[in-house]
Protein backbone atom coordinates (compact mmCIF):
# COMPACT_ATOMS: atom_id res chain seq x y z
CA UNK A 1 0.00 0.00 0.00
CA UNK A 2 1.33 3.93 -0.87
CA UNK A 3 -1.03 5.75 -1.61
CA UNK A 4 -4.35 6.09 0.49
CA UNK A 5 -7.27 8.39 -0.23
CA UNK A 6 -9.26 10.42 2.69
CA UNK A 7 -13.13 12.21 2.46
CA UNK A 8 -15.73 13.21 4.81
CA UNK A 9 -19.29 12.73 3.73
CA UNK A 10 -23.00 13.58 4.91
CA UNK A 11 -23.48 15.93 7.76
CA UNK A 12 -20.02 17.67 9.05
CA UNK A 13 -19.22 17.09 12.27
CA UNK A 14 -16.89 19.17 14.62
CA UNK A 15 -13.62 17.25 15.42
CA UNK A 16 -13.81 15.73 11.25
CA UNK A 17 -10.68 18.37 11.08
CA UNK A 18 -9.10 16.56 13.88
CA UNK A 19 -9.47 13.22 12.19
CA UNK A 20 -8.63 14.71 8.22
CA UNK A 21 -5.31 16.20 10.35
CA UNK A 22 -4.19 13.04 11.97
CA UNK A 23 -4.94 10.70 8.78
CA UNK A 24 -2.41 13.11 6.46
CA UNK A 25 0.15 13.41 9.88
CA UNK A 26 -0.05 9.72 10.60
CA UNK A 27 -0.09 8.55 7.26
CA UNK A 28 2.89 10.41 5.81
CA UNK A 29 4.86 9.32 9.01
CA UNK A 30 4.33 5.60 8.10
CA UNK A 31 5.63 6.07 4.34
CA UNK A 32 2.19 6.95 2.42
CA UNK A 33 1.24 9.47 0.30
CA UNK A 34 -2.31 11.05 1.34
CA UNK A 35 -4.64 12.28 -0.71
CA UNK A 36 -7.62 14.34 0.05
CA UNK A 37 -10.83 13.99 -1.67
CA UNK A 38 -13.49 16.99 -1.75
CA UNK A 39 -16.90 17.09 -1.09
CA UNK A 40 -17.55 13.57 0.01
CA UNK A 41 -18.08 10.76 -2.63
CA UNK A 42 -19.42 13.36 -5.15
CA UNK A 43 -15.63 14.60 -4.97
CA UNK A 44 -14.47 10.75 -5.49
CA UNK A 45 -16.89 10.20 -7.96
CA UNK A 46 -15.58 12.69 -10.31
CA UNK A 47 -11.49 12.77 -9.38
CA UNK A 48 -11.77 15.87 -7.10
CA UNK A 49 -8.41 14.63 -5.52
CA UNK A 50 -5.41 16.31 -4.34
CA UNK A 51 -2.29 15.61 -2.82
CA UNK A 52 -1.95 16.30 1.15
CA UNK A 53 1.42 17.43 3.28
CA UNK A 54 1.43 17.94 6.80
CA UNK A 55 1.68 21.61 6.80
CA UNK A 56 -1.73 21.44 4.80
CA UNK A 57 -3.38 20.67 7.86
CA UNK A 58 -2.16 22.83 9.96
CA UNK A 59 -4.12 25.42 12.20
CA UNK A 60 -7.30 22.85 11.52
CA UNK A 61 -7.36 21.09 14.83
CA UNK A 62 -9.74 23.68 16.14
CA UNK A 63 -11.79 24.55 13.36
CA UNK A 64 -15.58 22.93 12.81
CA UNK A 65 -16.96 21.74 9.71
CA UNK A 66 -14.77 19.92 7.35
CA UNK A 67 -12.02 21.34 5.13
CA UNK A 68 -12.33 18.79 2.59
CA UNK A 69 -16.10 19.79 2.40
CA UNK A 70 -18.88 17.48 2.63
CA UNK A 71 -21.63 16.47 0.28
CA UNK A 72 -24.70 13.93 0.34
CA UNK A 73 -24.14 12.15 -3.09
CA UNK A 74 -27.28 10.67 -4.76
CA UNK A 75 -25.61 9.32 -7.60
CA UNK A 76 -22.49 6.64 -5.12
CA UNK A 77 -26.03 5.17 -4.30
CA UNK A 78 -26.45 3.48 -8.13
CA UNK A 79 -23.87 0.88 -9.09
CA UNK A 80 -22.56 2.87 -12.09
CA UNK A 81 -22.06 6.04 -9.23
CA UNK A 82 -19.90 3.90 -7.86
CA UNK A 83 -18.42 2.12 -10.55
CA UNK A 84 -17.10 5.82 -11.94
CA UNK A 85 -15.76 6.00 -8.29
CA UNK A 86 -13.37 2.99 -8.67
CA UNK A 87 -12.38 4.18 -11.88
CA UNK A 88 -11.37 7.24 -10.46
CA UNK A 89 -9.55 5.19 -7.79
CA UNK A 90 -7.48 2.78 -10.49
CA UNK A 91 -6.56 5.68 -12.37
CA UNK A 92 -5.22 8.02 -9.53
CA UNK A 93 -3.36 4.54 -8.14
CA UNK A 94 -5.41 4.74 -4.40
CA UNK A 95 -4.67 1.89 -2.75
CA UNK A 96 -6.83 2.64 0.23
CA UNK A 97 -9.95 5.26 1.37
CA UNK A 98 -9.94 6.54 4.46
CA UNK A 99 -14.14 7.49 5.20
CA UNK A 100 -15.23 10.10 7.87
CA UNK A 101 -18.81 9.98 8.33
CA UNK A 102 -22.04 8.18 9.86
CA UNK A 103 -24.67 5.84 9.11
CA UNK A 104 -25.05 7.01 5.28
CA UNK A 105 -21.50 7.61 4.73
CA UNK A 106 -20.55 4.22 6.30
CA UNK A 107 -22.87 2.49 4.29
CA UNK A 108 -21.61 4.08 0.89
CA UNK A 109 -17.89 2.83 2.48
CA UNK A 110 -19.75 -0.69 2.59
CA UNK A 111 -20.32 -0.63 -1.02
CA UNK A 112 -17.27 0.97 -1.90
CA UNK A 113 -15.29 -2.15 -0.13
CA UNK A 114 -17.39 -4.63 -1.75
CA UNK A 115 -15.53 -3.73 -5.63
CA UNK A 116 -12.89 -4.57 -3.99
CA UNK A 117 -11.26 -0.92 -2.99
CA UNK A 118 -9.41 -1.57 0.60
CA UNK A 119 -11.90 0.76 2.54
CA UNK A 120 -11.49 1.75 6.50
CA UNK A 121 -14.55 4.16 8.01
CA UNK A 122 -13.90 6.84 10.85
CA UNK A 123 -17.44 7.12 12.85
CA UNK A 124 -18.56 10.56 13.18
CA UNK A 125 -21.74 12.29 13.19
CA UNK A 126 -23.37 14.67 15.70
CA UNK A 127 -26.24 12.16 15.61
CA UNK A 128 -24.50 9.17 17.94
CA UNK A 129 -26.71 6.95 16.12
CA UNK A 130 -24.29 4.44 14.75
CA UNK A 131 -24.68 1.11 15.95
CA UNK A 132 -21.46 -0.83 18.22
CA UNK A 133 -19.71 2.56 18.89
CA UNK A 134 -20.04 4.32 22.76
CA UNK A 135 -19.95 7.92 21.30
CA UNK A 136 -18.82 9.27 17.14
CA UNK A 137 -17.36 12.67 16.62
CA UNK A 138 -19.15 15.73 16.85
CA UNK A 139 -21.54 14.16 19.39
CA UNK A 140 -20.10 16.04 22.71
CA UNK A 141 -19.41 19.27 20.89
CA UNK A 142 -22.83 19.36 19.53
CA UNK A 143 -24.71 17.99 22.90
CA UNK A 144 -22.59 21.39 24.52
CA UNK A 145 -23.68 24.07 21.77
CA UNK A 146 -27.37 22.87 22.95
CA UNK A 147 -26.66 22.61 26.37
CA UNK A 148 -25.11 26.59 26.18
CA UNK A 149 -28.50 27.53 24.74
CA UNK A 150 -30.91 25.86 26.79
CA UNK A 151 -28.80 27.81 29.54
CA UNK A 152 -29.41 31.15 28.10
CA UNK A 153 -33.19 30.22 27.22
CA UNK A 154 -33.38 29.58 30.68
CA UNK A 155 -33.03 32.55 31.90
CA UNK A 156 -35.10 34.50 29.63
CA UNK A 157 -37.73 31.98 30.22
CA UNK A 158 -37.13 32.46 34.07
CA UNK A 159 -37.72 36.62 33.54
CA UNK A 160 -40.77 35.45 31.90
CA UNK A 161 -42.38 32.83 32.93
CA UNK A 162 -42.44 30.80 29.88
CA UNK A 163 -42.42 27.33 28.66
CA UNK A 164 -39.88 26.43 25.62
CA UNK A 165 -39.59 23.52 23.61
CA UNK A 166 -36.43 23.40 22.22
CA UNK A 167 -35.90 20.87 19.22
CA UNK A 168 -32.51 19.52 18.83
CA UNK A 169 -31.12 17.34 15.63
CA UNK A 170 -30.22 13.83 15.46
CA UNK A 171 -32.47 12.66 12.87
CA UNK A 172 -34.66 9.54 14.10
CA UNK A 173 -31.99 9.00 17.20
CA UNK A 174 -33.19 11.05 20.34
CA UNK A 175 -29.48 10.70 22.34
CA UNK A 176 -28.79 14.15 21.91
CA UNK A 177 -32.02 15.34 22.85
CA UNK A 178 -31.93 12.63 26.13
CA UNK A 179 -28.18 13.71 27.09
CA UNK A 180 -29.33 17.58 26.66
CA UNK A 181 -32.38 17.27 28.63
CA UNK A 182 -30.40 15.04 31.38
CA UNK A 183 -27.66 17.50 31.59
CA UNK A 184 -29.69 20.97 30.85
CA UNK A 185 -32.33 20.11 33.77
CA UNK A 186 -35.07 20.19 31.56
CA UNK A 187 -38.75 19.13 32.50
CA UNK A 188 -38.68 16.53 29.88
CA UNK A 189 -37.45 15.41 26.33
CA UNK A 190 -39.63 14.11 23.51
CA UNK A 191 -37.80 11.80 21.57
CA UNK A 192 -38.16 9.12 18.57
CA UNK A 193 -37.72 6.05 20.45
CA UNK A 194 -41.12 6.79 22.28
CA UNK A 195 -44.47 7.76 21.58
CA UNK A 196 -45.54 11.49 22.18
CA UNK A 197 -48.37 12.43 23.72
CA UNK A 198 -48.81 16.06 23.56
CA UNK A 199 -51.44 15.74 26.60
CA UNK A 200 -48.78 14.50 28.67
CA UNK A 201 -46.07 17.11 27.23
CA UNK A 202 -48.43 19.48 28.61
CA UNK A 203 -49.25 17.42 31.62
CA UNK A 204 -45.36 17.75 32.64
CA UNK A 205 -45.35 21.54 31.66
CA UNK A 206 -48.17 22.39 33.98
CA UNK A 207 -46.68 20.47 37.08
CA UNK A 208 -43.73 22.56 36.61
CA UNK A 209 -45.84 25.80 36.38
CA UNK A 210 -48.01 24.33 40.14
CA UNK A 211 -44.76 23.44 41.95
CA UNK A 212 -43.75 27.08 41.64
CA UNK A 213 -40.78 27.15 38.71
CA UNK A 214 -39.83 29.84 37.03
CA UNK A 215 -39.69 28.02 33.89
CA UNK A 216 -40.16 24.70 32.19
CA UNK A 217 -38.08 23.43 29.14
CA UNK A 218 -38.63 20.62 27.15
CA UNK A 219 -36.35 19.43 24.87
CA UNK A 220 -37.44 17.95 21.55
CA UNK A 221 -35.36 15.36 19.07
CA UNK A 222 -35.89 16.68 15.66
CA UNK A 223 -37.53 12.89 14.51
CA UNK A 224 -39.85 12.72 17.38
CA UNK A 225 -43.38 11.90 16.35
CA UNK A 226 -44.28 15.38 17.63
CA UNK A 227 -42.16 17.27 16.76
CA UNK A 228 -41.40 21.24 18.12
CA UNK A 229 -43.61 22.97 15.59
CA UNK A 230 -46.39 20.36 15.94
CA UNK A 231 -46.20 20.52 19.84
CA UNK A 232 -46.58 23.74 19.56
CA UNK A 233 -48.92 23.88 17.27
CA UNK A 234 -50.91 21.80 19.47
CA UNK A 235 -50.42 24.24 22.55
CA UNK A 236 -51.88 27.18 20.61
CA UNK A 237 -55.35 25.56 21.31
CA UNK A 238 -54.58 24.09 24.96
CA UNK A 239 -52.96 26.74 26.33
CA UNK A 240 -55.15 27.57 28.75
CA UNK A 241 -54.12 24.46 31.11
CA UNK A 242 -50.39 25.17 30.97
CA UNK A 243 -50.03 27.87 33.11
CA UNK A 244 -46.50 28.77 31.15
CA UNK A 245 -46.87 30.96 28.15
CA UNK A 246 -44.97 28.69 25.37
CA UNK A 247 -42.28 29.52 23.01
CA UNK A 248 -40.32 27.27 20.23
CA UNK A 249 -36.87 27.06 19.38
CA UNK A 250 -35.07 24.71 16.51
CA UNK A 251 -31.56 25.08 16.93
CA UNK A 252 -31.06 23.02 13.92
CA UNK A 253 -27.87 23.19 12.13
CA UNK A 254 -26.55 25.74 14.23
CA UNK A 255 -25.40 22.42 16.12
CA UNK A 256 -22.84 21.57 14.19
CA UNK A 257 -21.33 25.18 13.70
CA UNK A 258 -18.90 25.36 16.86
CA UNK A 259 -15.57 24.92 17.53
CA UNK A 260 -14.88 20.98 18.41
CA UNK A 261 -14.37 19.84 22.51
CA UNK A 262 -11.44 18.77 23.31
CA UNK A 263 -13.00 15.70 23.38
CA UNK A 264 -13.98 15.72 20.04
CA UNK A 265 -10.20 16.79 18.90
CA UNK A 266 -8.76 14.44 20.46
CA UNK A 267 -11.29 11.82 19.45
CA UNK A 268 -10.83 12.85 15.88
CA UNK A 269 -7.04 12.85 16.55
CA UNK A 270 -7.18 8.98 17.79
CA UNK A 271 -9.73 7.45 14.96
CA UNK A 272 -7.41 9.35 12.27
CA UNK A 273 -4.60 7.54 13.28
CA UNK A 274 -6.36 4.21 13.97
CA UNK A 275 -8.06 4.53 10.20
CA UNK A 276 -4.23 4.54 9.13
CA UNK A 277 -3.34 1.55 11.18
CA UNK A 278 -5.93 -0.51 10.05
CA UNK A 279 -5.52 0.02 6.36
CA UNK A 280 -1.57 -0.77 7.34
CA UNK A 281 -2.12 -4.04 8.79
CA UNK A 282 -4.67 -5.13 5.70
CA UNK A 283 -8.00 -4.27 7.12
CA UNK A 284 -10.84 -3.39 5.18
CA UNK A 285 -14.48 -2.94 5.65
CA UNK A 286 -14.36 -2.15 9.16
CA UNK A 287 -15.14 0.97 10.77
CA UNK A 288 -13.12 2.66 13.69
CA UNK A 289 -14.53 3.82 16.44
CA UNK A 290 -15.09 4.10 20.21
CA UNK A 291 -15.83 0.96 21.58
CA UNK A 292 -16.64 0.19 25.45
CA UNK A 293 -14.20 2.80 26.23
CA UNK A 294 -11.43 2.00 24.07
CA UNK A 295 -10.78 2.17 20.17
CA UNK A 296 -11.71 -0.92 18.34
CA UNK A 297 -13.04 -1.44 15.10
CA UNK A 298 -16.22 -3.25 13.86
CA UNK A 299 -16.97 -4.71 10.45
CA UNK A 300 -19.63 -2.63 8.51
CA UNK A 301 -21.54 -5.90 7.75
CA UNK A 302 -22.12 -6.03 11.36
CA UNK A 303 -23.12 -2.40 11.94
CA UNK A 304 -24.60 -0.51 8.57
CA UNK A 305 -28.44 -0.69 8.77
CA UNK A 306 -28.65 -1.90 12.57
CA UNK A 307 -30.95 0.92 14.70
CA UNK A 308 -28.72 2.00 17.67
CA UNK A 309 -31.40 1.73 20.98
CA UNK A 310 -31.16 4.29 23.93
CA UNK A 311 -29.52 2.95 26.55
CA UNK A 312 -32.52 2.39 28.95
CA UNK A 313 -31.02 3.54 32.23
CA UNK A 314 -30.35 7.47 30.82
CA UNK A 315 -34.34 7.38 29.55
CA UNK A 316 -35.25 6.37 33.24
CA UNK A 317 -32.20 8.84 34.88
CA UNK A 318 -34.24 11.56 32.82
CA UNK A 319 -37.41 10.51 33.98
CA UNK A 320 -36.34 10.55 37.78
CA UNK A 321 -34.47 13.79 37.83
CA UNK A 322 -36.89 15.97 36.47
CA UNK A 323 -38.65 16.68 39.44
O1 LIG B 1 -26.80 13.58 10.43
C1 LIG B 1 -26.50 14.84 10.94
C2 LIG B 1 -27.68 15.78 10.78
O2 LIG B 1 -27.30 17.04 11.30
C3 LIG B 1 -28.98 15.32 11.40
O3 LIG B 1 -29.02 15.54 12.79
C4 LIG B 1 -29.98 16.12 10.63
O4 LIG B 1 -31.25 15.48 10.60
C5 LIG B 1 -29.39 16.16 9.24
O5 LIG B 1 -27.98 15.94 9.40
C6 LIG B 1 -29.59 17.45 8.50
O6 LIG B 1 -29.11 17.27 7.22
P1 LIG B 1 -28.70 18.45 6.24
O7 LIG B 1 -27.46 19.10 6.80
O8 LIG B 1 -28.46 17.78 4.93
O9 LIG B 1 -29.84 19.42 6.24
Do not use: W
Amino acid sequence: MKRIAVLTSGGDAPGMNAAIRAVVRTGIDKGYEIFGVRHGFQGLTYGELFQMGPRDVGGIIQQGGTVLGSARCLEFKTLEGQLKAVRVIHQNEIDGVIVIGGNGSQTGAYELSKHNVPVVGISSTIDNDLYGFDITIGVDTALNIALEAIDRLKITASSHNRAFLVEVMGRNCGYLALTAAIAGGAEMAVLPETETDPEVVGENIRQAYEKGKAHAIVVVAEGASYDAEKLNDYFKTHKESLGFDVRMVILGHVQRGGAPSAFDRILGSRLGAAAIEQLSIGKSGVVVGLVNGKINSLPHADIVGVKKELDPQLINLARVLDK
